[in-house]
């Protein structure tokens, strides 16, 4: 058995940068990255590329270019926890002992959640911004679109990034817009919730833009059916259970997400799946020497590398807080921020916290669509991401 100091499981947003962090605060940490994938994605950008807006290959960089030195990379995946005897197995079989753990290995997609929806993504008009393999087929669908009923499904679980679902329905509508097609096309936006989004302070701006563009929403629903030879779509309401069939030209789906099932299936898991951790200091509730951040934490805040940035430096000072017997006094606020792009050319940058109260960066009024947001969210944040966030400097 090999004895790793810090070993962190996951090498996406998180893991990269608490490991980078780690690394600045305390050069002679022993560090091991568990990591199964040889590439890196900014997934933020994914957005765009389906709206035809960005390129593809933008968003992805190999994972070596961004390990830390120092770190050790092993490429496999963690296939079972023992926290209570503090070791880690891997897809290669290997045991590996701790004396911090840091658990980040993201959010798992369930493509097969939804009868029918796996045979249909990539054809039948069906497509989705939420994978690097099918975000090419939501730019091919808007280009083929030709007018008729394009619908934008957000799914009845967690997700990441909970404003993407209608960012993508934004921007298609925007380009069926430019294309003069929009006087034969009808959008509409199919979503779990009671209204278009979750914060008070965002919320009657985006409304007032739904109702300009025409938009037609069904709140209460959700997607639990896709026939692509028929084009049609079955949605359910979340209450009642009532279904409904409706027929599309064009199907962007954000597929339901839940923990991975390694953590699931571990004793790091809350009853819904997620690591359990106290909310402020990101320490797990059982188990003091595991932390966690990000998309597989039971965090009750929007998942997003936003919020990572601001989870990370918490974390990093909390596990060293805890090695060095000190206690626990970085608090994470639950600060999430959700950069709305709503047409090409403008973006809404909502920022809140765990009590939805706007956590503002600049000094006016973010709920309304500007341009140098969408400069924020096209040209800087992706630079900020590679060069700053993920080498633990931003
Ligand atoms: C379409 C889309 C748009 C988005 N837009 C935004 C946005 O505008 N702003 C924003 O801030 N965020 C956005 N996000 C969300 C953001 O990308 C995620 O919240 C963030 O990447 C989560 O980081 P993470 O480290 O928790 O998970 P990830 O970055 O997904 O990384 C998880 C890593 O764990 C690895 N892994 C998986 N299983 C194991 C295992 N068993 N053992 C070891 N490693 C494992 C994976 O290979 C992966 O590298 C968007 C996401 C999508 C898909």
């Given at each position: 058995m090999k004895t790793n100091r810090i070993l962190i499981v996951g090498g996406g947003t998180a893991g990269i940068t608490v490991a980078a962090r780690l690394r600045h605060a305390d050069s002679r940490l022993e560090i091991t990255l568990l990591e199964p994938s040889d590439r890196h994605f900014y997934q933020p950008l994914w957005t765009l590329v389906g709206a035809g807006l960005a390129d593809k290959n933008d968003t992805v960089r190999p994972e070596a270019e961004f390990i830390p030195r120092g770190v050790t990379w092993i490429r496999a995946a963690a296939v079972a926890f023992d926290p209570s005897a503090k070791t880690v197995t891997d897809s290669n079989g290997s045991l590996h002992s701790y004396d911090q753990l840091v658990v980040c290995p993201g959010i798992k997609l369930d493509w097969d959640a939804v009868p029918g929806?796996?045979?249909?993504?990539?054809?039948?008009?069906?497509?989705?911004?939420?994978?690097?393999?099918?975000?090419?087929?939501?730019?091919?669908?808007?280009?083929?679109?030709?007018?008729?009923?394009?619908?934008?499904?957000?799914p009845n679980t967690a997700v990441k990034c909970g404003g993407a679902p209608q960012k993508i329905l934004y921007l298609a509508e925007d380009a069926i817009r430019r294309r003069g097609l929009r006087e034969r096309s009808k959008f509409l936006y199919i979503a779990p919730g009671a209204s278009i989004f979750g914060v008070d302070h965002y919320r009657p701006a985006l409304e007032k833009i739904i109702a300009?563009?025409?938009?037609?929403?069904?709140?209460?629903?959700?997607?639990?059916?896709?026939?692509?030879?028929?084009?049609?779509?079955?949605?359910?309401?979340?209450?009642?259970?009532?279904?409904?069939?409706?027929?599309?030209?064009?199907?962007?789906?954000?597929?339901?997400?839940?923990?991975?099932?390694?953590?699931?299936?571990?004793?790091?898991?809350?009853?819904?799946?997620?690591?359990?951790?106290?909310?402020?200091?990101?320490?797990?509730?059982?188990?003091?020497?595991?932390?966690?951040?990000?998309?597989?934490?039971?965090?009750?805040?929007?998942?997003?590398?936003?919020?990572?940035?601001?989870?990370?430096?918490?974390?990093?000072?909390?596990?060293?807080?805890?090695?060095?017997?000190?206690?626990?006094?970085?608090?994470?606020?639950?600060?999430?921020?959700?950069?709305?792009?709503?047409?090409?050319?403008?973006?809404?940058?909502?920022?809140?916290?765990?009590?939805?109260?706007?956590?503002?960066?600049?000094?006016?009024?973010?709920?309304?669509?500007?341009?140098?947001?969408?400069?924020?969210?096209?040209?800087?944040?992706?630079?900020?991401?590679?060069?700053?966030?993920?080498?633990?400097?931003?």
């Open positions: 929806l796996r045979a249909s993504l990539g054809k039948d008009g069906v497509c989705s911004n939420y994978s690097f393999e099918t975000v090419d087929s939501t730019r091919r669908a808007i280009e083929e679109f030709q007018g008729g009923t394009a619908i934008f499904t957000m300009q563009r025409g938009i037609e929403t069904l709140f209460r629903h959700h997607l639990t059916g896709v026939n692509g030879p028929r084009r049609e779509i079955e949605v359910t309401h979340v209450e009642t259970g009532d279904r409904r069939t409706i027929a599309y030209d064009l199907l962007h789906v954000t597929p339901p997400m839940t923990a991975p099932d390694v953590i699931r299936q571990s004793p790091l898991a809350d009853k819904n799946g997620w690591v359990e951790v106290e909310k402020f200091t990101l320490q797990h509730m059982r188990y003091p020497d595991v932390f966690a951040l990000g998309d597989a934490s039971n965090l009750p805040t929007g998942r997003t590398g936003a919020a990572i940035r601001k989870q990370a430096p918490v974390l990093v000072a909390n596990l060293l807080a805890y090695r060095a017997g000190s206690p626990l006094s970085a608090r994470y606020n639950g600060y999430t921020s959700c950069p709305i792009v709503t047409r090409r050319g403008r973006m809404m940058l909502a920022e809140f916290d765990y009590d939805g109260r706007p956590c503002e960066t600049f000094p006016f009024n973010q709920a309304k669509e500007r341009f140098s947001m969408w400069i924020l969210k096209k040209y800087i944040l992706p630079r900020l991401y590679w060069h700053g966030m993920l080498r633990g400097r931003a």
